[in-house]
């Protein structure tokens, strides 16, 4: 199955063309809308947090999702621009020395270390509240059932039950020997509750069924938990110039990885494993084209930074 | 005119039995909603900066425009809370080291101190989250429409254009002299944007034409303005007891004040002046029953701590 898939995505669609053309797009709108109109000595903070970096993963995942259910298009692209907000704003107050105390993000200094963390602070409230900004623009653009329902989606998965819940966990567990199933409890907040948030919310943009909305959900559950895992093993057997930050940093403050938790052959078959279900989810949606959301699974679990 | 629109405040309308029952429905609503369903670790933290402190003049400046229009009681409710959310998750972070810096508000530790800077960085973010979830239940209990329409207002009031942006240009201005201008503006970003956002998220609860709109927006720029200026002369003129929080501290860190720019009396001038705007306001707006907005006014101005 898996076989068979990944020579479907790989020879059917050109999924490099469709994510540089995507990629394009969004970062043209990021970079017509985020920081604009703050004071100076707030955007430009804004500004380095999201431009020029990151994979971007969220975003493709949004707009993929949008365009297998044939979801409006303003709608996608501000919902793919608003998640990768709360991605970015996420990152900056991690990295603050209260928190993770990381110095160094996709290759640049992190934001307090580049502005103090004061601004540092500041950027990532702003950042928040204008993916929200983002979602609801005046009516004529985006239906506002869509924006609500967007809003809401990115609230829940953002906030105390999704990805800050998930950091307060992980705040909570340093030192502490977890099951797997704490584990997993933990990643599906700490990242996954927003890369389903982008599955959702680019499904939110059309209209599906019950039965689609559910295989699309077990898509994003499979993709978050996948995302988690390799990411678990790259911070093992990668090095700083390739990951863009400092590795072996988690085992180095005693945080509980899938790694540490299975050992590394064990972890990086579960990756495949999580591949072949995301696949299958994909497959009972009934929705014609899934090629793109495919490829960006493939993508996930063959990374290597 | 003020002595007369006054006396209309205190004889004609009990305001003291009209926020009494409003601000009981807001406690009781909090305490249903804040931080429930988040981690143990998380949820504790965002209740101990919401609940039991305050005196809500948001919220009530919410339900007061959301009366005088008649607005979507639901709607209002809500928005409410939510803009509640915003000003309390702004203090979490305000008090915070790396920001004022400050150990005590509303007569409590701060958040930082009682639960470590990393819950506090947390709480915050996830206060913010949930004030966006608050205002986007499913579309039986609130119209899409007034949903995207609060969540557009809130968060330009909450993001770099409004609060942050205000908070940022209130820490480049530590030290620096500023004149009367630079001070209302960055003011008026800081806490006038909130306070504004509260009688427009009021008043998107209903349907009121432009005029009304222009006239409920000259009303809340005046009273946020207000705010501010009653906040200076308090800083100078109350104890730490009455005030809740360390007094003389903006004057202590050279922050630029009403006071230290105009002197005592002439802020206190200023405030009536602003009192007696708000009223005329109102006057204009030719809604049949302003006279909670009109006690609000008068709260503000007259408030001792």
């Known amino acids: 199955m898996p076989a068979q898939t990944q020579q479907h995505a790989h020879h059917d669609f050109d999924f490099s063309a469709w994510a540089q053309q995507q990629l394009a797009q969004v970062e043209q709108a990021l970079t017509d809308w985020v920081g604009v109109g703050a004071p100076a000595g707030l955007g430009e903070v804004m500004r380095y947090a999201v431009l020029d ?3 971007r993963l969220r975003p493709l995942l949004v707009l ?7 979801g409006h298009g303003q709608a996608a692209l501000r919902a793919a621009c608003a998640v990768e907000l709360i991605h970015a704003y996420s990152l900056v107050h991690d990295d603050m020395p209260c928190m993770d105390n990381d110095v160094l993000r996709r290759g640049k ?38 924006q609500a329902q967007c809003c809401r989606i990115l609230a829940l998965a953002a906030g105390a039950q999704g990805m800050a819940g998930g950091q307060a966990i992980d705040l909570a567990s340093v030192g502490r020997q977890l099951t797997e199933a704490q584990l997993r409890q933990m990643h599906s907040l700490k990242t996954g ?16 069924d019950a039965q689609t909305l559910s295989a699309l959900h077990s898509y994003a559950q499979a993709l978050g938990l996948a995302f ?4 678990d093993v790259l911070d093992v057997v990668a090095d700083a110039a390739t990951l863009g930050k400092t590795p072996g940093k988690d085992a180095a403050c005693d945080k509980p990885t899938y790694v540490a938790l ?12 999580l591949l072949v279900q995301a696949c299958e989810a994909l497959q009972r949606s009934g929705l014609a084209d899934t090629r793109a959301l495919l490829a960006l699974a493939h993508q996930v679990v063959g990374r290597s930074h």
């Open 262 to 273: 299975l050992g590394l052959e064990d972890a990086q078959a579960l990756a495949q494993d």
């Open 109 to 146: 200094p992190t934001v307090h270390v580049a502005f103090g963390e004061a601004r540092a602070l500041l950027a990532g409230d702003a950042l928040q509240a204008q993916a929200f900004e983002l979602l609801t623009p005046h009516e004529d653009q985006v239906p506002a059932a869509i």
């Open 193 to 208: 509750a927003l890369l389903q948030a982008s599955v959702q919310l680019g499904a939110a943009c059309g209209q599906v």
């Open 228 to 231: 988690q895992v390799v990411d």
């Open 53 to 55: 970096g990151g994979k």
């Open 64 to 70: 993929a999702a949008a365009q297998a259910v044939g």
